[in-house]
């Protein structure tokens, strides 16, 4: 067994895909209204949004687009593996908090993520959350059974009480929210270690942590004490124009190495671009996406750059939502063989391609692909 490839194996978002965990929206409820979150309807502000279970009909449809996705994977000779039954519906009370339903598991990425030869199970930031390992701790036990190389941490959950949140964010006016853009204080204070798993992006020894709504600087802080003396180097990543972020993937999407997707509306805080210039990457814009931010799906609580939330398959093979012809053809300028495939059912699940998956196993070893670069650990 040692000798062959290890189970866990993903060290950055392009290597060619051997294994991967498509999301299922069997049992998906509405995310519920909590002190970490506060969905409504798109375009119609004032009607409270829905709470409970989706409708077949909006679920079956969501399936069948993750079942397209599972079928050029398969096509492709990847292995893909899905979620187990979960009810989402179910309440969950803890000493600290009560939320009527959970959510769902369309988006593994926001969970889990493959660090090498380490899964991490996120902290997660939000109530209806708070469980949401568990449709996948089956995969994860397969994995830990099958190879004494995998190793496994679950991060401390936070208590998500109260006190853990900043409800007053919500109210801001956007004339405050710009005045404190470059001070990073959102929903959720610093008081205790907050992480979503999709905030990071891995580019082999170097990881990009963006600081958002789902994840503050203490949960920063854990993961470079937990991955620096493992050799990883952690870099907390900001976009100072985007007021409600959330999750790195539709912000900042590297490719291969040397090659980042940018989004246009939001720039890089300024200086953090020095040390990809350093090391010659390349930050390219996508084109403006398809829909408008009013197009979205009505229950979609993402922005309309879900376009850019592309999955690789390879270094030189990209998954793009079929109806986004203009970054499909700027992904074929830049050398990929581009696969289209339905999505946009998937939106108001909470992601897009790259949000609805998380890879188990890529080929390839942890690489540096940042020689020139000034580092400083924290012991
Ligand atoms: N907050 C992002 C946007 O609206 C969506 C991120 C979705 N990513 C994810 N992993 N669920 O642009």
């Not at 929903?187 to 205790?192: A, G, P, S, T, W």
């Not at 090391?279 to 309309?304: A, F, G, H, I």
């Amino acid at each position: 067994m040692q000798h062959s490839a290890p189970v866990v194996n993903s060290w950055n978002e392009w290597d060619q895909l051997q294994e991967i965990v498509v999301g299922s929206a069997d049992n998906a409820c509405f995310e519920p209204t909590e002190p970490g979150s506060r969905p409504s309807i798109r375009n119609h502000p004032d009607t409270p949004f829905p709470t409970g279970p989706k409708s077949k009909e909006a679920i079956d449809l969501a399936n069948e687009e993750l079942a397209g996705l599972t079928r050029l994977l398969e096509s492709q000779g990847v292995t893909v593996r899905r979620p187990e039954t979960h009810d989402f519906s179910a309440p969950v009370r803890t000493p600290d908090f009560e939320v009527e339903n959970q959510y769902c598991a369309v988006c593994p990425r926001d969970v889990m993520i493959t660090l090498g030869n380490e899964i991490i199970e996120a902290t997660m930031s939000r109530r209806a959350r708070y469980f949401e390992y568990q449709p996948y701790r089956k995969l994860v036990y397969e994995y830990w059974n099958a190879d004494p190389r995998t190793q496994w941490t679950t991060a401390p959950k936070p208590s998500m009480s109260d006190g853990m949140y900043r409800e007053e964010f919500w109210e801001w006016p956007l004339e405050q929210r710009h005045e404190r853009m470059h001070s990073f204080e959102f929903c959720i204070n610093q008081d205790e270690v907050v992480f979503d798993a999709a905030d990071m992006s891995r580019l082999g020894r170097d990881i990009l942590v963006q600081e958002s709504m789902t994840t503050n600087r203490a949960g920063i802080h854990w993961l470079k004490r937990h991955l620096e003396p493992k050799g990883f180097r952690v870099h907390p990543v900001h976009f100072p124009l985007d007021f409600f972020p959330s999750h790195i993937d539709c912000t900042f999407v590297p490719l291969r190495p040397g090659l980042i997707l940018t989004n246009p509306d939001r720039p890089l805080r300024e200086g953090e671009e020095k040390m990809f210039l350093d090391n010659d990457w390349r930050l390219v814009e996508v084109p403006q996406p398809v829909l408008t931010n009013e197009e979205m799906p009505p229950y979609c609580q993402s922005s309309k750059w879900l376009s850019m939330n592309v999955l690789s398959i390879s270094p030189t093979k990209v998954i793009c939502e079929a109806q986004e012809k203009p970054l499909q053809d700027m992904l074929a300028d830049l050398g990929f063989e581009v696969f289209p495939v339905p999505f946009r059912n998937v939106f108001e699940y909470g992601g897009s391609l790259h949000c609805a998956t998380w890879d188990v196993r890529r080929d390839g070893q942890r690489e540096d692909y940042f020689g020139n670069l000034d580092y400083r650990p924290l012991a």
